[in-house]
């Protein structure tokens, strides 16, 4: 079967200099952003004055393209989400296309900044000794690099505010005592003891405090691709399985979570070896598992993160975000975002870990029919 992509007529309205040529575009060759508007959402949603879109002004949206995880990327993100707020954005779409991974503690460090949950599970990684390790946003919060709680209307302090009331004995004079986790430790002994939280809705209760926290919260559509791997597929499943976005863009990613260790021979050369593999947090693989794709009770193990919204972008990423068709998909799963949690606050509530523990959908395929092969 052939993709129809039918994707309804798009309501983006975009600046004409919007990274036409990345060369002269805010940012530089490792992180690129812009702030695009769509008049559309005043128009729609002025009615509802529960959803923080409504506005007599242009629904103001942060466009941020990440091509890899490193020291530089993470600076350029940090000054890109401090221009476009200063700018007035209200919502984001971060574009992961073609991102190839690179350093995995930096694509952490990221995903952390911008989950509330201190406790909320990144990612695992699991060893050919069968050590099995949580990583939770804690790891990255007590960091001295950690940037703050980003993309909400909260203090940027409010998570770190929170370990320090939860675990003051971590916090010593010359420094934070943090203990990493037992690899050989079970699940259930992780969330007694260390208080971790596994993805799903078993740990949060619908309380006040917690649509607050949704409600401030400013929503984020992620931009995926074939060409999203490694540490740009642990940072994607980390804020999906944690309900972070409201919806994932794209086709299903690369499919490849390995850690690999390089050991040095006395010749010269070198025998990379896999040590270990990512799990998200949805305890799915991230890597294909050999040719499976489906276990006996129909449930998916094959690798790769699959999207919420199918949009192909196999001809290349228009150098124009103005003629992107993804980017026109995300801009309206904002707009329907919106006006779903603005009419309905349990629908905030539901977002928290999605459902089937966490790697459900958010919204069912709108961009085109998806055959088998390709999903």
């Known amino acids: 079967m052939d993709v129809a992509v039918g994707y309804r007529k798009s309501h983006v309205r975009l600046p004409t200099t919007s990274l036409e040529r990345f060369q002269t575009a805010n940012g530089d060759s490792v992180v690129h952003y812009d702030l695009l508007t769509d008049s559309i959402f005043s128009d729609e949603l002025s009615a509802v004055s529960s959803v923080p879109f409504a506005s007599t002004s242009s629904q103001k949206v942060g466009y941020i393209r990440l091509t890899r995880f490193s020291r530089a990327a993470t600076a350029g993100f940090l000054h890109a989400i401090e221009s476009l707020e200063q700018q007035g954005a209200q919502s ?74 939860e675990s003051p004995e971590m916090f010593e004079a010359d420094g934070i005592a943090w203990t990493p986790p037992s690899s050989f430790a079970s699940l259930h002994e992780q969330v007694v003891k260390r208080g971790i939280h596994l993805v799903g809705n078993k740990h949060r209760s619908d309380t006040a405090e917690l649509r607050q926290q949704l409600q401030a919260q400013k929503k984020i559509v992620l931009l995926i691709n074939e060409g999203t ?147």
Request: overall charge negative.
């Open 92 to 165: 984001y779409i971060i574009d992961i296309r073609n991102n190839y991974g690179g350093v995995i503690q930096e694509a952490l460090l990221t995903a952390a900044s911008l989950l509330r949950d201190p406790h909320c599970v990144l990612c695992y990684t699991m060893n050919a000794r069968g050590g099995f390790t949580p990583h939770d946003a804690e790891e990255y919060i007590v960091d001295s690099r950690y940037p703050g709680y980003l993309l909400s209307d909260e203090a940027k302090t409010v998570t770190l505010d929170q370990v320090r009331r």
């Open 229 to 375: 791997a490694s540490s740009a597929e642990v940072f994607a499943s980390s804020l999906h399985d944690n309900g972070r976005t409201v919806s994932m863009v794209g086709t299903k990613t690369f499919g490849k979570g390995l850690i690999q260790h390089t050991f040095p021979m006395p010749d010269g050369g070198g025998l990379r070896l896999t040590v270990a593999e990512y799990l998200t947090p949805a305890l799915h693989h991230v890597t294909n598992v050999g040719a499976a794709r489906y276990d006996r009770s129909g449930t998916w193990v094959g690798g790769g993160i699959r999207p919420d919204v199918y949009c192909e972008s196999k001809h290349g990423i228009p150098r124009d975000v103005g003629a992107d068709l993804c980017v026109g998909a995300a801009m309206d799963a904002l707009k329907e975002a919106a006006q779903k949690e603005g009419t309905s606050k349990e629908n905030a509530i539901a977002r928290i870990g999605g459902s089937n523990d966490g790697s459900g959908t958010r919204q069912s395929i709108k961009a085109g029919v998806v055959p088998d092969s390709l999903y």
